[in-house]
């Protein structure tokens, strides 16, 4: 079967259709250019052909590239894989031309033939390129439909001409939210911003109108006309030079350098603006060859899509029959509780939601009530939505009203004898086939399993604050949890719309194993007298979105203290973090709780915007005379994370090394660019981080002894994915 195929009307209007076949959504393949480009050359060659028409046979037009492509065009691209990439990227530039010049006199601009897109509904990344390519581009008025180039949300840009005809058509200050924040649109205000040209009920009966129609100056791109300007001026001239000015420092503001297809955009947009517009064209192909050579962008495409879209359709699902969700019963209606139940009844599942006390039950749902609000504002949900999703939330206190659930989920206090006293009562009332699932942060899942009169039904499902934002649930089996219900977890959190880490049952299972020590180092090095705004500065400059002393403060500080004394209790003379405690715990005292009180690692003001760092933190712990190097700090703080997720997975708490490398990304934030700490690792060199953490650990102690899985790699000159796919393969 084929992607592109064409056929000719009586008047002569060539419709070219993409329908990927195996697919729900067109993928753009290598293959598929080669068709595209034969079914254009065709039709453009065929004297009785009037006009073109590109279209889909699916309700959307296209979902961009196959990633999975992209991410292999590298190993694909021979022993010069940089003049490959780019050798193939001008033969993809040189397609989309085609199209653009539709045969014209290039010195005279007449003679060639009109050629119009029409999206039917969504169009991304490639989807929308090859639109930008043709003369006038006809949407249908699907409100669902999303238009776009979210290229950079995966460590990419538009590198298939897509960068540089939006900045010739729009200017490069328009263009920025589009390119740089991947934005998305609506039809309608994809046409109200330019970047269509037609919103229409009949989409194919207007573009056909329009191709019978057109003469030689309406298929003249502005960039190809003589005396074009650059809207909103080019670098040089004043408007624009502002314009370039301020895109820099906002670039390198919000990526703090690390994100290398940002900054590559941007040469790309400000040398290219400078020449004419084939040779901005090879000027955006060799950036773009740029950022597929740096293994940022293979980390962040094989970690953001691949095994993301792998993990949410079930690459670790157990054998079991379909375990969809129908009724879930939330137990407690704190903020936990309350956004459990909104996800759930948002994606259609009903939901009882039960607390003590009325009015908690009562608070839990209006919690939903405020979401959906904020929805209706931005128009994003209508009123019907509202009542639909209110609907589904039965609050109350009576446990009776679980009968007929087929999921619970328990959110009530952090404490093992409240958690038991509800696993036993709700149990009683809900029917053998119920799978019970505990909604916690730190307390294993084993033994909470021992009040379940049916422990194989009894499994972790740690969901993150604020739920409805986060992405990640992390799924813990303990010892006894069977096939079942780890396939109803999954399923669940398939049905939400979240993505799924399973884990086995060990201490802090995955996230907080991973996340406790970053938070903790960076404490240690305040109590050392490292200076504050180094700690947070040299975080942020490796890509994380808090500080750990910001991350402490919103997680909040009497939260951390409780963590410490539980985790002391069960360790004994074997817990390794006092000198953590005695700064924690002084906070604590003093009544600097974080964020949430106004006060703590930051000060801040009566509506919690952060002010700065507390004041006094430099009396009470003396900055050294003498500070680290900022790498020394990167890699503490790096390394911290990193070898708990190493030891996660040598001790058989993490099974799937993508599950590391998503859910740290996802989970809290773990340098979106390096696709996650194993990816980290294989981009860094397994013999790289041995050295590294031996001088950590003589220096700083044993909490940076290198684990025998590395060494192992680093001898035998292994990478974590080379050795899983090896695995795989054999």
């Given at each position: ?310 993990l949410e359709k079930g690459a670790n699902r157990p054998e079991a029959p379909d375990q969809k969700v129908q009724k879930v019963g939330v137990l407690g209606a704190g903020m936990m509780g309350a956004g459990i139940a909104y996800v759930s009844a948002n994606a259609g599942i009903e939901v ?379």
């Amino acid at each position: 079967m084929t992607d592109f195929t064409w056929e000719k009307d009586a008047e002569g209007v060539a419709t070219i259709t993409w329908d990927v076949t195996a697919k729900s959504m067109n993928v753009l393949s290598l293959e598929g250019w080669d068709e595209l480009d034969t079914c254009v050359t065709e039709a453009l060659a065929d004297d009785s052909v009037t006009g073109i028409i590109i279209t889909s046979g699916k309700d959307t037009f296209a979902g961009g590239m196959d990633l999975n492509v992209i991410a292999k065009m590298k190993a694909m691209s021979g022993d010069d894989p940089a003049a490959g990439l780019m050798e193939g990227l001008m033969r993809s530039h040189g397609i989309l031309r085609k199209i653009e010049r539709a045969g014209m006199d290039p010195k005279t601009l007449k003679g060639g033939k009109p050629i119009a897109c029409v999206l039917p509904g969504t169009a991304l990344g490639i989807g929308f390129e090859i639109p930008l390519a043709c003369h006038r581009i006809f949407a249908a008025d699907n409100p669902k439909a999303k238009i776009g180039l979210p290229e950079i949300m995966v460590g990419i840009f538009p590198g298939m001409g897509g960068t540089t005809r939006l900045v010739r058509k729009m200017g490069a200050m328009a263009a920025s939210p589009f390119l740089l924040e991947g934005k998305l649109s609506d039809p309608k205000k994809a046409k109200a911003a330019g970047l269509v040209d037609e919103v229409s009920d009949d989409p194919m009966a207007d573009a056909r109108a329009w191709v019978l129609s057109a003469t030689d100056k309406d298929i003249v791109k502005p960039w190809d006309a003589k005396g074009y300007k650059m809207p909103g001026g080019a670098p040089y001239h004043p408007a624009g030079f502002m314009t370039f000015v301020g895109a820099s420092a906002m670039v390198n503001g919000k990526t703090q350098g690390v994100y290398p297809a940002a900054k590559a955009l941007l040469s790309a947009v400000y040398e290219g603006a400078l020449v004419p517009f084939d040779t901005a064209l090879k000027i955006e192909a060799r950036w773009f060859t740029h950022v597929l050579m740096n293994p940022s962008s293979e980390a962040m495409i094989r970690s953001l899509f691949i095994n993301k879209e792998a993990l949410e359709k079930g690459a670790n699902r157990p054998e079991a029959p379909d375990q969809k969700v129908q009724k879930v019963g939330v137990l407690g209606a704190g903020m936990m509780g309350a956004g459990i139940a909104y996800v759930s009844a948002n994606a259609g599942i009903e939901v009882v939601l039960i607390d003590r006390e009325q009015t908690a039950a009562d608070k839990g749902k209006a919690y939903s009530e405020g979401i959906l609000d904020k929805g209706m504002k931005r128009k994003k949900v209508t009123e019907e939505k509202k009542a639909e999703v209110l609907g589904r939330i039965t609050a109350t206190t009576d446990l009776q009203a679980l009968q007929g659930c087929d999921l619970i989920v328990e959110a009530v206090f952090e404490d093992v004898g409240v958690k038991a006293e509800m696993t036993k009562a709700v149990e009683a009332i809900v029917g053998e086939d119920c799978i019970f699932a505990t909604n916690t942060s730190t307390l294993p899942i084993t033994e909470l399993a021992k009040a379940s009169a049916r422990p194989e039904q009894f499994i972790g499902i740690h969901f993150f604050s604020p739920v409805d934002k986060m992405l990640l649930v992390e799924i813990i089996k303990g010892n006894t949890t069977g096939d079942r219900a780890t396939a109803k977890a999954l399923d669940f959190v398939r049905q939400i719309r979240k993505t799924p880490i399973v884990v086995n049952d060990a201490r802090f299972f995955y996230a907080n194993r991973c996340i406790i020590p970053y938070i903790n180092e960076g404490i240690r090095m305040v109590a050392e007298g490292v200076n504050p705004t180094l700690i947070e500065n040299a975080a942020k400059l490796l890509g994380f979105p808090l500080g750990p002393l910001q991350l402490v403060d919103e997680t909040s500080i009497d939260l951390g203290v409780k963590i410490a004394k539980a985790t002391k209790a069960a360790m004994g003379d074997a817990y390794p973090d006092g000198a953590v405690d005695e700064v924690l715990f002084a906070f604590a005292d003093a009544g600097r709780l974080g964020r949430k009180n106004g006060a703590g690692f930051y000060d801040y003001d009566d509506k919690g915007k952060r002010q700065g760092l507390w004041g006094e933190l430099g009396s009470r712990y003396p900055q050294a005379d003498t500070q680290p190097d900022l790498h020394e700090v990167q890699n503490r703080l790096m390394f911290a994370q990193v070898l708990e997720a190493v030891r996660a997975l040598e001790e058989g708490v993490l099974e799937d090394i993508r599950e590391g490398d998503v859910g740290a990304i996802l989970g809290w934030g773990f340098a979106p660019w390096s696709g996650g700490p194993f990816s980290w690792l294989d981009m860094v060199g397994a013999d790289w981080a041995v050295e590294c953490t031996e001088a950590l650990s003589e220096r700083h102690g044993d909490r940076f002894a290198t684990p025998q899985l590395l060494r192992d790699l680093a001898a035998a000159g292994e990478t974590f994915y080379g050795r899983a796919a090896a695995a795989q393969a054999a």
